[in-house]
């Protein structure tokens, strides 16, 4: 009888304990366990991956964030120049300026006036190879009506 109350007593005493007092009562227990109640939550939110947990396998994650910078480079830029001489027909250059540099007439004839007066003038603005390009049509359909048309390009 006095065992059976005995152990109606300690069975009493269990229910009344939490998980932690428990776990304070036997020697398994680790210290940190013993001495430091488990919050309620710990690990990290589902909804909420990016804080505390990284990948939530327990490592800790961390992510660098980079602005991704375009990589087009700008070409270089070359300026197509058309010269004066005493020979060349102006209506050779109007048509040159129409044909290889896409002018109208009005602003080839402006072109080619504006050369005629100061002795050098613009006829575009190109990359590199489309500047070379448009040299290498204006000096060669000079040659062919013998004229001595001259075109250089210089970087911008
Ligand atoms: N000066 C030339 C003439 O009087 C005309 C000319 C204009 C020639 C422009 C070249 O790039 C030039 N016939």
Same mark, same amino acid.
């Given at each position: 009888?006095?065992?059976?109350?005995?152990?109606?007593?300690?069975?009493?005493?269990?229910?009344?304990?939490?998980?932690?007092?428990?776990?304070?009562?036997?020697?398994?227990?680790?210290?940190?366990?013993?001495?430091?109640?488990?919050?309620?939550?710990?690990?990290?939110?589902?909804?909420?991956? *990016?804080?505390? @947990?990284?990948?939530?396998?327990?490592?800790? =994650? !961390?992510?660098?964030?980079?602005?991704?910078?375009?990589?087009? $480079?700008?070409?270089?830029?070359?300026?197509?120049?058309?010269?004066?001489?005493?020979?060349?027909?102006?209506?050779?250059?109007?048509?040159?300026?129409?044909?290889?540099?896409?002018?109208?007439?009005?602003?080839?004839?402006?072109?080619?006036?504006?050369?005629?007066?100061?002795?050098? *003038?613009?006829? @575009?603005?190109?990359?590199?190879?489309?500047? =070379? !390009?448009?040299?290498?049509?204006?000096?060669?359909?000079?040659? $062919?009506?013998?004229?001595?048309?001259?075109?250089?390009?210089?970087?911008?």
């Amino acid at each position: 009888m006095l065992l059976t109350m005995l152990l109606r007593f300690h069975y009493d005493r269990c229910l009344a304990m939490n998980f932690n007092d428990l776990l304070a009562l036997t020697d398994e227990a680790p210290v940190a366990m013993r001495l430091a109640p488990v919050p309620a939550h710990a690990g990290p939110k589902e909804d909420d991956p *990016g804080k505390g @947990g990284g990948d939530g396998k327990g490592g800790t =994650e !961390t992510g660098t964030i980079t602005k991704t910078r375009p990589k087009t $480079k700008r070409p270089n830029l070359y300026r197509v120049l058309l010269l004066n001489d005493d020979y060349t027909p102006m209506e050779f250059v109007v048509l040159v300026l129409q044909d290889v540099f896409n002018k109208s007439r009005e602003e080839a004839m402006q072109i080619m006036l504006h050369v005629h007066q100061k002795g050098v *003038g613009e006829c @575009g603005v190109y990359p590199y190879e489309v500047a =070379e !390009t448009k040299v290498t049509r204006v000096m060669d359909t000079a040659r $062919k009506n013998q004229h001595p048309l001259q075109c250089v390009m210089e970087k911008q």
